[in-house]
């Protein structure tokens, strides 16, 4: 059985004020030459009330994760929304994404992608 599995996934929509914050990340389930490159740049995610989304160093992964394409650094709107991503339960949506220098555009520029949620409870998580 693979991670996350479906009871992993948050079913409840959650408040945004569960979800403001910094988010870091804290586990990666990557090789470890991949996993190493991610974790020194220390990829973060910051939430704010305004829906306003900052990422720093986030790593954007291809199809199966055993690369990097690119790095997302800039600021974005969010909300959230159910049956995004997996479509298994609530996620966050992010639009308008505007990179703070050219290499960070990562082809999301006023595009829209999401990340599923994890957990029942807050803290809540992503994948």
């Known amino acids: 059985m693979s991670y996350p599995r479906f009871w992993d996934f948050t079913r409840k929509k959650p408040a945004d004020s569960d979800l403001l914050g910094i988010y870091k990340v804290i586990k990666v389930r990557l090789d470890s ?3 190493d490159t991610v ?6 995610l910051i939430l704010n009330v ?5 990422f720093a160093n986030f790593p954007v992964f291809h199809d199966v994760g055993d690369t990097v394409e690119c790095t997302l650094a ?8 159910s049956n995004l991503g997996s479509g298994l339960g609530w996620g966050l949506r992010f639009d ?11 082809g999301y ?5 999401s990340l599923d949620l994890l957990g ?6 992503f994948t």
């Open 33 to 35: 030459d991949l996993r």
């Open 39 to 44: 974790r020194k740049k220390a990829p973060a």
């Open 50 to 54: 305004d829906h306003k989304a900052l």
């Open 74 to 81: 800039g600021s974005a709107t969010w909300s959230s929304e």
């Open 96 to 106: 308008h994404y505007h990179p703070s220098t050219p290499s960070s555009f990562c």
């Open 109 to 113: 520029k006023n595009g829209t992608w």
């Open 120 to 125: 029942q409870k807050p803290p809540i998580a």
